[in-house]
């Protein structure tokens, strides 16, 4: 996505985010398919350039609009889903049933058939319990299925990580797991994943949990005599244009962003940092005397589309410091404590002055603001601004509280603009309500 000013307004792929706007309701979301596809290229560069196997499983939960899926199932990209009408999505999308895994923290029967139905044969398995769920299902539906067991996170004393430890098994808990698998005719061990967190900073920090799992995998292999087919370091690859932390974004904070990153820095970073995630990995493996090496299996999420996005929204009125925007954290949910993202006016005058302005959401909600002390020029009621970083985690989580979900537009590879998902109605609202006791057909 080439995000520029041109004579002092904001352009997308070339388009206008001013003229763009004319005769669309805000808040409104914009997509560029071209930052969509340089990303997932440039991950795909970054694992061919180390020289081991690699495939890149987008994490659907993130973004799942189907526009999004058929351009990435399209690339040769794989998909994670987390739900049965998310597999039999991604299947209406493109993605062949192979390319398919589904995770869930609790396997329950009725969905893991339903999954299975539409031809997904790849299951993460997070509890040793669950073993035999698959099974049983798998010899129900007749076939084998591919089983990937996920190891713990319990490295690091920070909150998330502790929380994030209650998913996923111990070393121990991996090597019981894998021995039950190899007892069951439906089940075929596949692989080991684990997840370390979002937007890590340095390929390092996989290190840890990269190397609990390879040395379960050298032990597994030694065991039975079969290497794993994959090894799957989850999501954590980070958008280059985004910072998470307060603290780290506070020289962000501290100046106006009149110029946007540069589309090819962007992708350069995302590129060098898979390529020295897959040659750190490479490096490990082989010390760990896996041979041949699993290939290395990504799962990015924010990597792929958070970039690809802007939100663009109006302002409706100014009180002292606060700007009152027609978006709210219903379509950017994640707390600005955690992330800084680029806000930046689509009409800008080079000569405005900068004071620190506070943004706030469309809801009563006292916790709905998008931003704080951000440094920009005067902001007046019917200004727009463009949030960026707003591909993932946002339209996936979007909320109906005190309003409905913006409608979404897509850039295409010609510049025009293509409507990929409606703005909410009324009728949205009683769309799957139930029929009045009685009326039932």
Known sequence: ????????????????????????????????????????????????????????RYCAKSNHEPAL??????????????????????????????????QKPVLAETELREVLGVGVGHVHVLRPADIDLVETCAAAAGRCVKVSLRLCNDR????????????????????????????????????????????????????????????????????????????????????PTLTQGAWPGLRQRLRHDADPPEAADAVEALRRFTADLALVYRER??????????????????????NAAVLVTRVGAVRGRWAFLDASRNHLPESPLLFTRRVLPVVLAASAPRRFQHLSGATLNTTDVLDLARCLPPLQPGDLLALCDAGVYSLARASRYAGLTPAAYLVDER??????????????????????????G
């Open 1 to 56: 996505m080439m995000l520029q000013y041109q004579n002092g307004v904001l352009h997308l792929d070339g388009v206008s985010l001013d003229v763009a706007t004319a005769g669309r309701e805000t808040p409104f979301f914009l997509f560029s398919a071209s930052r969509l596809d340089a990303n997932f290229a440039a991950l795909a560069a970054g694992l061919a350039g180390a020289g081991v196997p690699g495939r890149i």
């Open 69 to 102: 899926l058929t351009r990435l199932a399209a690339k040769g990209a794989d998909v994670l889903v987390s739900h049965a009408a998310e597999a039999g999505l991604a299947r209406d999308c493109g993605f062949k049933a192979e390319c398919i895994a589904f």
């Open 156 to 239: 690091g004393f920070s909150p998330l990580t502790r929380l994030s430890a209650r998913l996923g098994m111990s070393a121990a808990e991996a090597c019981a797991a894998a021995a039950r698998v190899r007892e069951c005719r439906h089940l075929n061990l596949h692989g080991l994943h684990f997840y370390i967190g979002t937007q890590r900073r340095t390929p390092s920090a996989f290190i840890p949990l990269l190397d609990r799992a390879l040395r379960i995998a050298a032990a597994l292999q030694t065991a039975a005599g079969v290497p794993l087919a994959e090894i799957d370091v989850g999501g954590g690859i980070p958008s």
């Open 285 to 306: 493996a082989k010390r760990a005397g896996l041979e041949p090496v699993p290939a290395l299996t990504v799962e990015p999420g924010r990597a792929v589309a958070g």
């Open 415 to 440: 510049g025009v603009l293509q409507c990929i998902r409606r703005a909410e109605g009324r009728a949205d609202l009683t769309a799957t309500a139930a029929p009045p006791e009685g009326e039932h």
